[in-house]
């Protein structure tokens, strides 16, 4: 399932808005060629793992509260616990509800 983000209605400049992110944390990515819309759980993914605070608020102002947080239930499949852990508090967001934690605990099983 993929969510709709109308950038328009979040921003009046047109289709070449961007968040201001640090273009290290897309190291593996073309920055300039990133679809911010098509993209947004990758890039939601990615800032809530390795962005700073600054970060997390941009990526709140561009996509909004609500898209976040039904993309953390719905669609990121993996964080890691400190993130996982984070994420729960900052959001206000318990962490069964996140489908990367449910996930987790579903697929619990001996490490050898």
């Avoid at 979040?10 to 679809?35: A, E, T």
């Avoid at 990526?59 to 993996?78: A, D, H, M, Q, S």
């Amino acid at each position: 399932m993929y969510i709709y983000i109308d950038m328009e209605k979040q921003h009046n400049s047109g289709s070449d808005v961007k968040p201001v992110l640090d273009k290290g944390l897309f190291w593996d990515w073309r920055y300039d060629d990133i679809d911010w819309q098509l993209s947004y759980r990758s890039i939601i993914e990615r800032v809530l793992e390795r962005g700073s605070n600054e970060e997390w608020e941009e990526i709140i102002r561009f996509y909004g509260n609500p898209v976040i947080i039904k993309t953390l239930k719905e669609e990121i499949k993996f964080l890691p616990d400190y993130t996982i852990d984070k994420v729960s508090n900052y959001f206000n967001i318990r962490k069964e509800e996140m489908a990367c934690y449910v996930r987790k605990q579903l697929r619990k099983g001996q490490w050898i």
